[in-house]
């Protein structure tokens, strides 16, 4: 894990900051940030997070950015659940874990969530979900497009990328995912809802041999693909398992 990021998706954190709405009930803010050039790249606000949610944020977020080479975190359960940390290996993204107790060893992201704190939570008081998201979404907006950055010589974030972007764009970690990739995923989780319900709860082990990859559950034109996914196990999208509904849902609110 480098100390330092090198160049534009070198090296992405994300965290969580909590703040509340008027009448006291909790808001959680789910934030990605690129520490090479401290672009704020979402900002992601919810009462509460579960591995979905993160997940839902994590495809958005590559999909529209590219994909980090590594992912600097605390040892969060969203962040360090077994299916978050299996699809970020399967998206060959390196996952670093700063030690417990030790904020310092995200020195990027504590001062990201500093400025946040600083320059808008405290200063605005949220009357509901929907307000605190139109506020969090121009904030990073200012904050990527006007704020000037002392570390980037005064420089906004987004004039920083660009300017180095023409040698970012030729290092590792700089291309995103394949959509056609991202759809697939998005299939063969919904695959594997659908066998989960349809078989018998006494015979939903993925061991048990009573299970076919020739079930007519799998009826697409994804069917090969989809069976070929399935054997590989089910463990990654474990998340996925409270329907294709709450799926869906998870992936329009991302970003």
């Known amino acids: 894990m480098p100390l330092q990021a090198a160049y534009a998706n070198h090296v992405w954190t994300y965290d969580f900051i909590e703040d509340a ?41 590559f999909a529209h950015y590219g994909t980090p080479a590594f992912l600097r975190s605390d040892n969060g359960p969203e962040f360090i659940a077994r299916a978050v940390k299996t699809w970020l290996a399967g998206m060959k993204v390196g996952s670093h874990y700063i030690d417990p107790g030790s904020p310092w060893q995200n020195a990027f992201g504590e001062s990201f969530n ?15 979900l929907g307000e605190a998201r139109v506020l969090a979404k121009g904030w990073l907006r200012y904050y990527n497009e006007q704020r000037g950055h002392t570390s980037l010589d005064y420089k906004t974030p987004v004039q920083y990328f ?29 695959a594997i809802f659908v066998l989960e319900v349809f078989v018998p709860s006494g015979r939903s082990s993925w061991g048990s041999s009573s299970i076919s990859l020739r079930s007519n559950v799998i009826r697409s034109r994804h069917e090969g693909r989809v069976a070929r996914f399935l054997q590989r196990g089910s463990g990654a ?14 992936s329009r609110s991302a970003l």
Do not use: W
């Open 162 to 190: 660009h300017e180095t972007a023409g040698i970012d764009a030729f290092l590792l970690g700089a291309l995103p995912p394949s959509l056609e990739f991202l759809r697939f995923q998005a299939a063969a989780a919904l």
């Open 21 to 61: 709405t008027r009448d006291g009930r909790k808001l959680r803010y789910l934030i990605f940030t690129d520490e090479h050039n401290r672009r704020g790249l979402a900002l992601q606000v919810r009462r509460s997070f579960k591995d979905i949610d993160v997940l839902a944020v994590l495809q958005a977020v």
């Open 114 to 128: 500093a400025t946040l704190r600083r320059e808008h939570l405290n200063r605005e008081v949220c009357t509901g």
């Open 237 to 250: 999208y474990a998340p996925f398992r409270s329907g294709p509904k709450a799926f869906m849902a998870a």
